[in-house]
């Protein structure tokens, strides 16, 4: 490797961890916020000038690597109308997992009087539900167009993805933690214990119908085979009307291996609307056959 490929990779890494900085410390201080690792591995075979087949495979996790988020497999058609515009359909199937899920419950308090006949009251404890984890299998359809734009060294790209994801039924357990008394004095704050009853509990199938625009801006560094890249994408649910559903915010580099092969690190922040905010680091490698 000379050495301008050598100063040039090293800016275009030092431009992605500039770039990358800012969003780390300033979303990384929630503690309700969830943190993961996603890999991909996706492979694409040419069938003319116009078509291609691209299949992929995924993994998530969160709580960093302690627990498996989801697995999935895809394929997709991707056919080229004009040299800047693309259009894909696809499927995908995913492997969910659902970690355990706590709701609180109403506070259980007694009345009493003191020696002066003014009233109190005996906060007991809470009750609680229990949502044990569980697996559901996921299957989504979609359909996309996507067109890039040159400016200089810039390459501005505008996707936007229609996609159909209906979730299976599933079966889990639901503890429930209720405050009781023992006894039949059901005044005397010392008769009351927790009790528990666990019983099956079956989620509905569900489905969701999601608009998914996104806007990414790569640059080419000159002689350099690594390049930075950043894009945010909205998603907006069209069956249930809530305002945004989520913004991901997506900041990374790839880098060309050889003419067919190329690998993708990232730093993906994800603002959930109502919800827990999302961060992963993410590897993708990708090969032409």
Known sequence: MNTNLKNNSMIALLIAMFMLAPLCNANAQSVDDEFG?????????????????VGDIEFRTYDFVNDVERAAIGV?????????????VGYQFHY???????????????????????EIKHTIGQNKNLDHDYWVIRNRVYATISGEYK???????????????????ATTNETKYVWKSATNDDTNPDSYQLFEETAPEHKKAKHNLTLRSRVN??????????????SVELYTR???????DKLRYRLGA???????????????????????????IGLEYSIDL
Not at 218 to 227: E, F, G
């Open 76 to 88: 997709k058609v991707e056919y080229k109308i004009l040299k800047w515009l693309k259009a894909n």
């Open 217 to 230: 801006v790569k640059y080419d560094i000159p002689n350099c085979k690594v390049n930075p890249f950043a």
């Open 238 to 244: 069209l069956d249930e009307w809530k305002g945004y």
């Open 96 to 118: 969910k997992h659902n970690p355990e899920e706590i709701s609180l419950k109403e506070f259980v308090t007694i009345e009493d009087f003191d020696d002066n006949g003014e």
């Open 37 to 53: 690792v996603w890999t991909t591995f996706e492979a694409s075979k040419k069938i003319n000038k116009k078509f291609k087949v």
């Open 151 to 169: 400016v200089g060294r810039f390459e501005i790209g505008l996707r936007e993805r229609l996609q159909y994801t209906h979730t299976c039924a």
């Open 254 to 280: 790839s880098y060309k291996i050889n003419k067919d092969n190329s690998i993708s690190l990232y730093y993906l922040f994800e603002d959930v609307n109502g919800g827990a905010n999302g961060h992963a």
